[in-house]
């Protein structure tokens, strides 16, 4: 496993009453976001029953979706997996959040999207298939591939771990192969933020060690 990037991480989050998009506060959401992150130029679109906030100087974004109550907050940036400082993520994460959800958060949720190369330069398609599925076929149709779906719990978080081999413009296989981990606390209340922290810094660094066992060449 090499070349291993991250290429999002978000917080989700479920606010324990309905979002009040007519008493969103504006100004507030962009103070935060420009005390956090100095050169911070945000971008609002309001709409309805949606809303939106690109920061593109920092690749973050902010996503309040009324119709499934749920606030999405993303670090988009595209680093090496290991050594990413989510610092000021977490900061300003907990801090508008603060300013969204005035009765509190009833769950949240923790994702990580990345991509990793196969060492042995191996064909991702047929190394999951063969990794996690013993159909010989499918419908009588040749299977030249597969994805895998791994769900556990640690606890009282739930994980739900997909990986899918990449594709090239040719439609054939590639080496490389796609993440996306969501880890998911059901009924907690959003933790300080030193404790948010330390349990997310934790959940981030174990999907690696996680991902070693999994993945053996």
């Known amino acids: 496993m090499e070349n291993f990037k991250a290429k999002q991480v978000n917080l989700v989050v479920i606010p324990s009453n309905r979002i009040d998009f007519n008493n969103l506060k504006m100004d507030d959401i962009s103070s935060t976001i420009i005390d956090v992150f100095s050169n911070a130029k945000p971008v609002f679109s309001k709409y309805p029953d949606f809303f939106i906030c690109l920061e593109p100087n920092n690749q973050f974004n902010l996503n309040i979706i009324g119709i499934e109550n749920k606030i999405i907050i993303s670090d988009n940036r595209i680093t090496e997996y290991t050594g990413r400082d989510l610092s000021n993520f977490y900061n300003l994460a907990r801090r508008l959040i603060e300013i969204i959800c005035a009765n509190g958060v009833k769950d949240y949720g923790f994702n990580i999207i990345g991509n990793f190369d196969l060492s042995s330069n191996a064909d991702s398609a047929l190394y ?32 739900n771990l997909r990986m899918e081999p990449v594709f090239n413009q040719e439609m054939q296989p590639t080496k490389s192969i796609e993440i996306n981990q969501n880890a998911h606390f059901s009924g907690s209340p959003l933790p300080s933020l030193a404790e948010m922290q330390t349990k997310l810094n934790g959940i981030y660094s174990n999907l690696f060690s996680s991902l070693s066992t999994v993945i053996s060449e």
């Open 128 to 159: 999951i298939k063969n990794k996690f599925v013993s159909l010989p076929n499918f419908n009588g149709n040749v299977l030249i591939g597969a994805g895998a779906n791994i769900i556990f719990k640690d606890a009282d978080i739930r994980f």
